[in-house]
């Protein structure tokens, strides 16, 4: 089920339909925009140059255009949104000052409510890589981005330290997300300052998992306690362990997993427990070198209905979300990029901004596969780049290749 609130896009007819309107229009509509920006109290109480819709539209357009300047962001913008919209009345080119101006009145709030409306996981149920035993594969993991070096910045959020007592050269935030395995499309997320935890960010984000999921995580995440707040949901799960957790063994089955005891550490009377199943395996490279041993912890209890050879091949599909990162962070932000914002709240919109567009591009790329009836993986994610980028322009003549 989606999340309260949830608005789903229209379906284009085709690839070439999605391309022509506007990527970042056809994935978040007009209407959908100026919601989000009246349910977050941003709608502007007299007329400006530089609407609230037109400025959530740039938060996202700075993302897909990482490298332009703001005027260079905002001629695009308003050029595209006058063809693909012509009802809109047409925006002069600001200045630089302005633009900011215009940022700072808007805020985070509408380009997070923006993407918590839109953001959901993408595959159908004909999406077989999308799913182990009707279960859809989801992935939580954490990364880290680089920020303006501001004092505000660096005051809100911190920088970690070097190995000679030194500071970093950046501020840093952390991400913590959620992401389809099958799409690499991220639907959820948490910000926090370094400081903050994957694992405290976590807490907040599992509470939002529903039942007919099945959450991949590392073994950075294996605790009791997370363990019992996401099986909670009806989610199930299938997590790395930890070297040093030592379930107690009550039966071995007959695909060679066996069901344990899972108990919380560190209490008195050490009673309280759940049932789990684990799965102990090795990988062979083919290159006579093995790696692991690898140990599983999964909600997943009867051996017929998911063998343990199907619940170690699932897990290989956690580096997926390490893959989603790496396109929003090497190819659409740029390989050791720091965000322009020099403020807390205009870094929070900035990022926002990249996970609304990384969502647009794998909605974009998902409509390819899904055409050419091929898995989401074959298709190039700086191909789909590319094109969202060209997507924005106001020449009306772009040839229906799909991705090139």
């Given at each position: 089920?989606?999340?309260?609130?949830?608005?789903?896009?229209?379906?284009?007819?085709?690839?070439?339909?999605?391309?022509?309107?506007?990527?970042?229009?056809?994935?978040?509509?007009?209407?959908?925009?100026?919601?989000?920006?009246?349910?977050?109290?941003?709608?502007?109480?007299?007329?400006?140059?530089?609407?609230?819709?037109?400025?959530?539209?740039?938060?996202?357009?700075?993302?897909?255009?990482?490298?332009?300047?703001?005027?260079?962001?905002?001629?695009?913008?308003?050029?595209?949104?006058?063809?693909?919209?012509?009802?809109?009345?047409?925006?002069?080119?600001?200045?630089?000052?302005?633009?900011?101006?215009?940022?700072?009145?808007?805020?985070?709030?509408?380009?997070?409510?923006?993407?918590?409306?839109?953001?959901?996981?993408?595959?159908?149920?004909?999406?077989?890589?999308?799913?182990?035993?009707?279960?859809?594969?989801?992935?939580?993991?954490?990364?880290?981005?680089?920020?303006?070096?501001?004092?505000?910045?660096?005051?809100?959020?911190?920088?970690?330290?070097?190995?000679?007592?030194?500071?970093?050269?950046?501020?840093?935030?952390?991400?913590?997300?959620?992401?389809?395995?099958?799409?690499?499309?991220?639907?959820?997320?948490?910000?926090?300052?370094?400081?903050?935890?994957?694992?405290?960010?976590?807490?907040?984000?599992?509470?939002?998992?529903?039942?007919?999921?099945?959450?991949?995580?590392?073994?950075?995440?294996?605790?009791?306690?997370?363990?019992?707040?996401?099986?909670?949901?009806?989610?199930?799960?299938?997590?790395?362990?930890?070297?040093?957790?030592?379930?107690?063994?009550?039966?071995?089955?007959?695909?060679?997993?066996?069901?344990?005891?899972?108990?919380?550490?560190?209490?008195?009377?050490?009673?309280?427990?759940?049932?789990?199943?684990?799965?102990?395996?090795?990988?062979?490279?083919?290159?006579?070198?093995?790696?692991?041993?690898?140990?599983?912890?999964?909600?997943?209890?009867?051996?017929?209905?998911?063998?343990?050879?199907?619940?170690?091949?699932?897990?290989?599909?956690?580096?997926?979300?390490?893959?989603?990162?790496?396109?929003?962070?090497?190819?659409q932000r740029g390989a050791r990029t720091v965000l322009r914002s020099k403020s807390p709240d205009l870094v929070k919109q900035e990022i926002w901004g990249h996970l609304c567009c990384h969502y647009a591009?794998?909605?974009?790329?998902?409509?390819?596969?899904?055409?050419?009836?091929?898995?989401?993986?074959?298709?190039?994610?700086?191909?789909?780049?590319?094109?969202?980028?060209?997507?924005?322009?106001?020449?009306?003549?772009?040839?229906?290749?799909?991705?090139?």
């Amino acid at each position: 089920m989606p999340r309260a609130g949830w608005v789903k896009p229209e379906s284009p007819r085709r690839l070439s339909d999605l391309v022509s309107v506007g990527l970042m229009t056809h994935v978040f509509p007009p209407g959908v925009v100026d919601e989000v920006i009246a349910e977050c109290g941003r709608t502007e109480q007299r007329h400006r140059s530089l609407p609230a819709r037109t400025m959530a539209y740039f938060a996202i357009g700075m993302a897909l255009h990482s490298e332009g300047s703001y005027e260079d962001v905002m001629g695009l913008m308003t050029d595209g949104l006058a063809w693909s919209e012509p009802d809109v009345e047409s925006v002069r080119l600001p200045s630089k000052s302005a633009i900011f101006q215009a940022r700072s009145r808007l805020g985070f709030e509408p380009v997070k409510a923006l993407f918590d409306r839109v953001a959901r996981p993408l595959a159908t149920e004909d999406s077989s890589e999308s799913f182990l035993a009707g279960r859809r594969l989801v992935a939580i993991d954490g990364t880290m981005l680089d920020v303006a070096d501001s004092t505000a910045n660096d005051e809100f959020f911190g920088r970690p330290g070097t190995a000679k007592g030194e500071r970093s050269a950046f501020p840093q935030v952390r991400v913590v997300a959620l992401a389809e395995c099958g799409t690499h499309a991220i639907f959820d997320a948490e910000l926090g300052a370094y400081a903050e935890s994957e694992m405290a960010l976590s807490k907040v984000l599992v509470d939002r998992l529903e039942a007919g999921m099945i959450l991949l995580a590392d073994r950075g995440f294996c605790s009791f306690d997370l363990w019992q707040q996401a099986s909670a949901t009806g989610a199930d799960l299938l997590w790395r362990a930890k070297t040093n957790t030592k379930p107690r063994r009550i039966e071995t089955l007959d695909d060679g997993s066996w069901l344990a005891e899972l108990r919380r550490r560190n209490t008195k009377l050490n009673t309280e427990h759940v049932v789990i199943r684990v799965v102990d395996y090795d990988v062979d490279d083919g290159r006579n070198v093995e790696a692991g041993p690898f140990r599983l912890f999964t909600t997943l209890l009867d051996p017929d209905e998911v063998s343990a050879t199907e619940l170690a091949a699932a897990y290989a599909q956690r580096w997926e979300i390490e893959s989603a990162f790496d396109e929003l962070k090497t190819h659409q932000r740029g390989a050791r990029t720091v965000l322009r914002s020099k403020s807390p709240d205009l870094v929070k919109q900035e990022i926002w901004g990249h996970l609304c567009c990384h969502y647009a591009i794998r909605t974009l790329m998902f409509a390819a596969a899904h055409e050419a009836a091929v898995d989401p993986d074959r298709v190039s994610f700086v191909a789909a780049l590319r094109i969202s980028r060209r997507s924005l322009s106001p020449a009306r003549g772009f040839p229906p290749s799909g991705l090139e």
